[in-house]
């Protein structure tokens, strides 16, 4: 069986062309609803993760199990029918929550048992309760389990226009309440003590933040399950994380990814009824959030090996322009290296690629590279001459490596034989006004000329 | 409700505990090995659950019971396509696919533990957040192809949550009558149980100081990824038997019980093997005991027995709040019990210190006894009345002990009680002496570094202040400091 043979069956199509175009009227509240808690939850995680209390979530969602089954049981004992009305249900999951959570705090504040293993604990024992309480509402007359068992794994696709407009008016509650909150809720998370200080209730506005995580934790029970419902506040945060150093861009970021992976995880489980919603909207985060993490701007790893190699390759072509210099320097004589003047000699390859060791893949790379950029023309079999730019760009590398050098000597205590290789590393990363203050201090011999090497040229490249 | 069957209970007591122990008349064979079965994986579980503890990785075991679902799918689907290429035959498929599934698990453990680190590293992405997109997401690629393909392959979804503890039992080996769950989770013990004492010495070095491990040759790679590999094969063979929810349970709560208590780390170790097997029984024994009262005072028709696994989680809970409670070292009523205890010497002392004062500024002079009776019954009356209820505690033990004599509305100083007394208002004058002589502070505040410091001065540390201030007559304000 594989995913062809799925869609070998006929109704598929129908499906899922139903579902794109929003024919049915349950398909279409459950996409909003579903949407508008995906968003609260990405912008409510946006601050959780920030004050690293991410998994707390999971907590929530695990100690929410003992509720919902004493909430079923005791709507039972006093008015039969009524267990599985949500509103019952849901008041059940957060007593039970919040009680988690204070068992939490109770424990990381009182005993010598840390944050995670405080929330390890917590998780087992309401997990280990709810569990045998389950048992127990399965053995009762009226204890149907089916339906409690969407808490579990969730069940998107199936969820009632009722349940739906609860799990939609509340997220959107949440969403306005964290926008009107959202100066004060940044600055909690960045300074908390500012924040104090500024006269701000930390306490209050920590409280509000957790309230806020347990209630989208909460009505996220039913759309994904309690096993996955953590990833609604995590996955979005920490893929918008990736594109912007930015809070507000971030959280807006991670409210529109958490919509479009609830929106896409509805999309997908009502055209293939066979997939789990909770599953899958997890899954289009988890797929987002690999896009975010190779392609994210601003900590992605692609733009981090981009920028990374841009900056290698400008420390090769200087290290080269260089190299060809201090070759046909000896040739002109220190004070003769006009930009025109280092165009004429040819310079041997075999010879170039001694000067620095380079490995030969990298010599040839590094050629080529200036070839292209019009800084060297290849003359003869082996013979490059520098253009015009290279010899300017030439002139600029080696001032820049003297001047530091120099600074070095006159200004340190550094060895000699050391003051090369300190100015292999710096040379690249001075710019203009810090070389034109390097002039200035080392009483400006030669203004935009090049200073002529304090140490033999021999000795570079050790 | 609740308080009308309160009174229930109450009156009918013999019956509640006839009802509480009916069901364990039914005590079979069964339920002796389903203790067996429950304690040796809470046993097994606990022995890297201790060093996921002390590493602060206690999430990792979480994280791994949820993905190793993963590996479990993988292996049905690898011996099930093992069968369909026929490179094994159908009778043997049972015992390849559980091999495979063990090995799937360690896989999949390891491989998220691993990605949880790279993405730490590569993406700069904080440690529990990585965790949590990392397992997340497995466990939903998991959840994902069991549904997708359930078809070909039967896994029970709830039969890996929660585990058939109660029926595991009835799968024997052989004709021995012995469960396989208890070869099975016995050997995994065994294998914990030697590593742990093999490898002792590098992972105690390597949970408590992982710079000193590396430095002294230890890799601490190798011995994160070793115990992570261990982590996910423990609970892979737990599972079946006993159900992801009793070893996530199992995992931490009994090393962390058993880190309230002790300071050393094989006692530790001892300790959360017990806490674990007492876990065990204790669980199932509330498990058949406590759903039918219960239910029964809710009202809900008669239900037999809870799902044990759940209740041994439970039950392992229970021992960690008990542990949290009444500990005998960092234990909640303890640390309480000290603190009053303090409290109420302070409050004693300023018992003794302000009747002292009282006999100072209205001397017994014969001639006017009354009158400076009556002003020191006046004073004492308001400083009691006006003072919490620890100083009436204070002044009733002080009258027990003999250090106070008179009413509770008129006390007055014994000849012991004076002696302390004294004791103690020359600490408090000393003190202020040394203060004003070595510090630049307003004369207010002399009097409440003083009030404070009194209660923590010992005689060696007396005579010392005494011998700096050159054994001074009187302090700051200028009243005599008794000898």
């Known amino acids: 069986m594989s995913a062809s043979a799925l869609l070998a069956d006929d109704s598929l199509w129908e499906l899922f062309s139903r579902a794109i175009s929003l024919r049915d009227y349950n398909t279409r509240v459950v996409l909003a609803g579903t949407t508008m808690l995906g968003i609260s939850g990405g912008l409510v995680g946006a601050f959780l993760i920030l004050r690293k209390r991410a998994l707390a979530a999971d907590v929530v969602s695990h100690a929410a199990l003992p509720g919902i089954a004493l909430a079923f049981l005791l709507a039972e004992r006093f008015s039969p029918g009524s267990g599985r009305s949500t509103g019952v249900l849901l008041l059940g999951a957060f007593v039970t929550g919040l009680l988690g959570m204070a068992m939490t705090l109770a424990i990381r504040s009182w005993t010598r048992i840390k944050d995670d293993a405080a929330l390890a604990v917590v998780l087992g024992l309401f997990f280990g309760v709810g569990t045998a309480l389950f048992t127990v509402v399965q053995k009762t007359k009226t204890g149907n389990v089916a339906g409690l068992r969407d808490f579990v794994f969730g069940k998107t696709a199936s969820l009632v226009a009722a349940d739906v407009w609860l799990i939609g008016g509340i997220s959107v509650a949440v969403i306005v309440l964290c926008g009107g909150v959202f100066k004060e809720l940044s600055l909690l998370c960045f300074d908390e003590e500012f924040a104090a200080a500024r006269g701000y209730r930390t306490t209050m506005l920590d409280g509000l933040l957790t309230l806020m995580a347990v209630t989208v934790t909460l009505i996220g029970l039913q759309s994904v399950g309690l096993l996955l419902v953590v990833a609604l506040l995590l996955i979005p945060p920490t893929a918008a994380r990736f594109w912007t150093n930015d809070l507000k861009i971030m959280s807006i970021l991670a409210a529109v990814i958490g919509g479009v992976s609830c929106a896409g995880g509805v999309v997908l489980s009502s055209s293939f009824p066979r997939l789990a919603a909770g599953a899958v909207i997890v899954l289009t985060g988890s797929v987002l959030f690999l896009v975010s993490l190779v392609f994210g701007k601003e900590r992605g790893l692609f733009p981090r090996w981009r920028s990374q190699r841009q900056f290698e390759q400008r420390i090769g072509r200087s290290d080269l322009l260089r190299a060809c210099y201090e070759l046909l320097e000896p040739i002109l004589g220190s004070d003769e290296t006009t930009p025109e003047s280092l165009t004429i000699y040819e310079i041997d390859a075999l010879v170039l690629s001694v000067t620095r060791q380079w490995p030969r893949g990298r010599f040839h790379g590094l050629i080529a590279t200036a070839v292209r950029d019009g800084l060297l023309v290849l003359s003869s079999k082996d013979g490059y001459h520098l253009t015009l730019r290279g010899a300017e760009e030439a002139r600029d590398a080696v001032r820049r490596h003297r001047l530091w050098e120099i600074y070095l000597l006159t200004q340190t205590d550094l060895d000699p034989r050391l003051v090369d290789r300190g100015a292999d590393g710096i040379e690249h990363v001075l710019d203009p006004d810090q070389l034109a203050e390097l002039e200035r201090r080392l009483g400006g011999e030669s203004p935009h000329g090049v200073p002529p090497s304090p140490h033999p040229i021999g000795a570079s490249g050790t | ?483």
Request: proline share 4%.
């Open chain 2, 1 to 483: 409700m609740s308080s009308r069957h309160l009174v229930k209970f109450n009156t009918k007591q013999p019956t509640t505990v006839n009802s509480l122990l009916t069901p364990l008349q039914t005590w079979t064979l069964l339920d002796t090995w389903i203790v067996v079965i429950g304690a040796l994986a809470a046993m097994a579980c606990a022995l890297p659950g201790c060093f996921l503890l002390l590493r602060k990785q206690s999430l990792m075991g979480d994280a791994i019971s949820h993905t190793s679902l993963l590996g479990v799918v993988g292996a049905f689907f690898v011996s099930h396509w093992l069968v369909e290429a026929k490179v094994i035959s159908p009778t043997t498929e049972l015992s390849v696919r559980h091999v495979a599934m063990c090995v799937g698990a360690i896989v999949v453990g390891v491989l998220s533990a691993w990605l949880t680190e790279s993405l730490q590293k590569l993406g700069n992405v904080e440690s529990s957040a990585a965790l949590g997109v990392v397992f997340t997401s497995l466990f939903a690629l998991g959840l994902l192809l069991i549904r997708a393909f359930a078809d070909n392959v039967h896994i029970d979804l709830d039969c890996v949550l929660y585990g058939e503890i109660v029926t595991a039992p009835m799968e024997t080996v052989g004709k021995s009558g012995v469960p396989r769950a208890v070869i099975v989770n016995g050997f995994v013990l065994l294998i914990n149980l030697l590593l742990t004492i093999l490898l002792f010495k590098e992972l105690r070095l390597s949970a408590f100081d992982p710079a000193l491990a590396t430095t002294l040759g230890i890799p601490a790679q190798t011995m994160h990824y070793g115990l992570m590999g261990l982590t996910a094969m423990t609970l892979v063979a737990a599972f079946e038997s006993v159900g992801s929810i009793l070893v996530i349970a199992m995992l931490i709560i009994p090393p962390a019980t058993a880190y309230l208590l002790t300071d050393r780390l094989p006692r530790m170790i001892g300790l959360s093997l017990l806490i674990g097997a007492i876990s065990a029984a204790l669980g199932h024994v509330s498990a058949l005991t406590l759903p039918p009262l219960i239910s029964r005072s809710i009202g809900i028709a008669d239900v037999q027995d809870a799902s044990s696994a759940g209740m041994m989680a439970a039950a392992a809970g229970f021992l960690f709040v008990l542990a949290m409670l009444l500990g005998p070292r960092y234990g909640l009523a303890v640390r309480v019990w000290h603190r009053l205890l303090l409290k109420l010497r302070i409050a004693s002392e300023d018992v003794l210190g302000q009747l002292y004062r009282m006999e100072e500024t209205a001397p017994r002079v014969i001639a006017d006894a009354d009158s400076s009776d009556v002003r020191q019954r006046t004073s004492w009356h308001r400083y009691i009345t006006t003072h919490s209820w620890k100083s009436r505690i204070a002044t009733w033990l002080l009258m027990r002990r003999g250090w106070l004599t008179g009413s509770h509305s008129d006390a007055r100083l014994t000849d012991i009680g004076r002696e302390a007394a004294r004791t103690l208002v020359r600490s408090h004058r000393l003190w202020e002496s040394f203060l004003a002589k070595h510090f630049l502070l307003g004369e207010g505040r002399f009097h409440e570094s003083a009030e404070q410091v009194e209660h923590f001065l010992d005689p060696e540390l007396l005579a010392e202040l005494d011998h700096d201030l050159d054994r001074p007559g009187v302090d700051p304000h200028g009243r005599a400091i008794p000898k």
